[in-house]
């Protein structure tokens, strides 16, 4: 019995050893991660295009074929030897090598590996290389006796003489796997199915081009741009802004023309709309003249109209292409564009600008390459979690010439992106697909395609599968009231991080009703402040930090004015239960009355502590007595003079609500303050 099981041990062992082996060995598949050398690199493109890095990592342009400036193309067509020496991050054993020929391929004559001593070894030779008939690109395989060195480099050498036209190499891989290195789309991970795109119809959709779909956050509005329409301001060649509402039933209005002073006879187009809807972002810099220049601009709604776009201002701005994109973040603190600059890595690339006090921008930053490619990436989108960024690229491998990608933000430098993934064929087809934008709850993405259209370039509708969604957020719309005459109010409203205090964005109310809308991401628990010059704000707290789906929420903002006799409560208080220490995220609700206080030096206000009716009554008078001089002292701790401020406790003996409902005991535990002096 003993011996046996020790043969099954032994043998479980073996069995385990080989396992590990194989997998080992199949897992061992590199593709080359620096340039050792080359003979030449083509003198066309711009930056890195067609330069011999882009044969790094793994396939650009297949399983799709043709000329790219995603890969390694040598300067002369027809010039003769032409070779790239490579290396890979690990040195190891192989039995394959893959290269990617995506244009003219059969031009290879040599393959040489080479060791960690810099030992080469013949791998391949062809002596009569030529054309590969009917075919414009194709991966190469070569295999192989597994090695008894470790491959550190492989040097490719090129017969170009051969194959007549460029000669382009897009990534080389070795494995130690008899199983084909393969060119894949990096496709999201997803068995769902995935509901095939809709056309809007003759209601959205013209015979003319029918460009960049802005949908508003909340849903309602879809604004988009008509190129060469009889009904726009000059229909022979000029783009004008239209727009569309969204009834409940998800029915779409005629389209209107936005008019005046949006459009006017130059080309116009809105990339941004902020959920408040008072803030558009539009293409190109608006001149008093009527004319147009490179750039940016915003127009504020007032009400009842749009106002004379005005020029966003961002530190060393300039771009090189003659196209450019541009997207506002819902929050109004960070501007994504793709631009042509100095540092851009091949065309047009992501960068990203951030909102400084002043209200003008940051120069742009470029966004990184794990974003940005040799080739243009165009239509950034960046979703209300302000995390999920969707773009355009024909520099990945994908389906057609323009593609549809998402990625993620890792961190808060905004440099740090996953992967790209490309949506797949259910969303991207053969042609070229772009502009996506998504209401605040992901349902749906509206997007350019030219597959299936009425005219020329149309706007489709598709229903999001849960895995192209972006993370949840909330949509928390209100008024902003007089707290005495209850009439609608004009103010801004700052939503910030209860925890440390940080602003982490902004919004307007609406100068006739005093509505507000704005979209925040999970992960917080939120102080949501107005602010309006002689009144004071009673803020209101929204925790999302267990958020799991998209909900709407409303929250309705009462203005106090600053006058004698008049009472404000301080909302984001908060103590441990029967205690009067103040915990921390309290700090943000207070340092907003310390700083009104700073800007009144004669305000004199007294501090009044309340509870509910739970508990003795002599008890409850001391704890309010104690909370209230807990918010005195944080004052005075912030360079308040002490003769400013009083304080009461007051118990149970005013309360705000009647009942014994737990709702009605939350509005009666306050604390508040009185004005004495102004």
């Known amino acids: 019995m003993q011996s046996t099981a020790s043969g099954k041990l032994v043998f479980f062992c073996l069995v385990s050893i080989f396992c590990l082996m194989t997998i080992e060995i199949s897992a061992q598949s590199q593709w080359a991660s620096s340039v050792i050398g080359y003979s030449s690199v083509s003198a066309s493109g711009t930056k890195k295009q067609y330069q011999p890095e882009q044969v790094l990592g793994k396939p650009n342009k297949l399983p799709a074929t043709g000329s790219a400036t995603t890969a390694w193309s040598p300067l002369n067509d027809d010039g003769g030897t032409e070779y790239i020496h490579v290396a890979f991050t690990k040195a190891q054993k192989a039995q394959q090598i893959a290269v990617a020929e995506n244009f003219n391929p059969g031009s290879i004559a040599k393959i040489e590996g080479y060791d960690s001593l810099g030992t080469s070894y013949l791998i391949y030779e062809n002596s009569a290389p030529g054309a590969i008939l009917n075919t414009q690109g194709r991966m190469f395989h070569h295999f192989f006796p597994l090695t008894n060195y470790t491959v550190k480099s492989v040097k490719i050498t090129l017969n170009t003489l051969a194959v007549p036209g460029s000669n382009q190499l897009d990534a080389i891989g070795i494995s130690a796997s008899t199983d084909s290195l393969k060119a894949l789309i990096n496709l999201v991970k997803s068995t769902e199915t995935v509901e095939e795109k809709v056309n809007l119809g003759e209601t959205i959709n013209s015979a003319t081009d029918d460009l960049l779909p802005v949908i508003s956050p909340n849903g309602k509005t879809l604004y988009f741009t008509r190129q060469s329409h009889p009904d726009n301001t000059a229909p022979t060649s000029n783009q004008d802004i239209w727009f569309s509402s969204i009834n409940e039933k998800g029915e779409f209005s005629a389209a209107q023309n936005i008019g005046a002073p949006l459009n006017n006879s130059e080309n116009s187009a809105t990339t941004s709309i902020t959920p408040d809807g008072q803030r558009m972002l539009l293409l190109n810099v608006y001149n008093p003249d009527g004319t147009m220049e490179k750039g940016v601009s915003i127009s504020h709604f007032n009400g009842t109209t749009w106002g004379f776009p005005q020029k966003v201002i961002i530190d060393s701005f300039y771009n090189d292409n003659i196209y450019g994109e541009y997207i506002l973040s819902n929050s109004g603190r960070f501007l994504l564009m793709t631009l042509e600059r100095n540092d851009a890595v091949g065309s047009k690339d992501l960068y990203v600008s951030f909102i400084k006090p002043d209200g003008t921008w940051t120069a742009p930053k470029q966004m990184g390459k794990t974003l940005n490619s040799a080739e243009s990436e165009t239509s950034p989108f960046l979703c209300a979690d302000e995390r999920t960024l969707y773009f355009s690229s024909k520099g990945r491998s994908g389906f057609g010439s323009n593609d549809m990608f998402v990625t993620h933000r890792l961190d808060d430098t905004w440099l740090n992106w996953s992967e790209p993934e490309n949506l797949g064929n259910a969303i991207n087809t053969s042609g070229w697909d772009a502009y996506f934008s998504l ?240």
């Open 439 to 678: 209401p605040a709850n992901g349902e749906y993405a509206y997007y350019v395609s030219y597959s299936n259209s009425l005219g020329g370039a149309d706007i489709f509708r598709q229903k999001l599968p849960t895995w192209a969604k972006p993370t949840p957020v909330a949509l928390v719309n209100g008024q902003v009231l007089h707290a005495k005459t209850k009439q609608p109010m004009r103010a801004k409203i700052t939503y910030k991080n209860l925890t440390n205090g940080l602003i982490l964005g902004e919004g307007y109310s609406d100068s006739l009703t005093g509505k507000f809308e704005i979209a925040l991401p999970s992960g917080f628990k939120y102080a949501i402040v107005a602010d309006k010059n002689e009144f004071y704000s009673v803020n209101e707290t929204v925790d999302l930090t267990q958020l799991k789906a998209y909900k709407e929420l409303t929250k309705n903002i009462y203005m106090v004015p600053i006058e004698v006799g008049e009472t404000a409560r301080l909302n984001n208080l908060f103590f441990d239960f029967n205690k009067a220490v103040l915990k921390p995220e309290s700090f943000v609700e207070l340092d907003q009355l310390v700083q009104l206080m700073k800007q009144k030096p004669a305000l004199e206000i007294q501090i009044s502590g309340h509870t509910d009716d739970v508990g003795e009554v002599q008890y409850n008078i001391d704890l309010s007595l104690k909370r209230a001089k807990a918010v005195r002292d944080y004052l005075i701790s912030k360079g308040i003079a002490a003769n400013r401020i009083t304080h009461k406790g007051f118990g149970e003996s005013k309360p705000l609500a009647q009942g014994t409902s737990e709702e009605s005991r939350q509005l009666n535990r306050r604390v508040e303050f009185l004005v004495l002096k102004k």
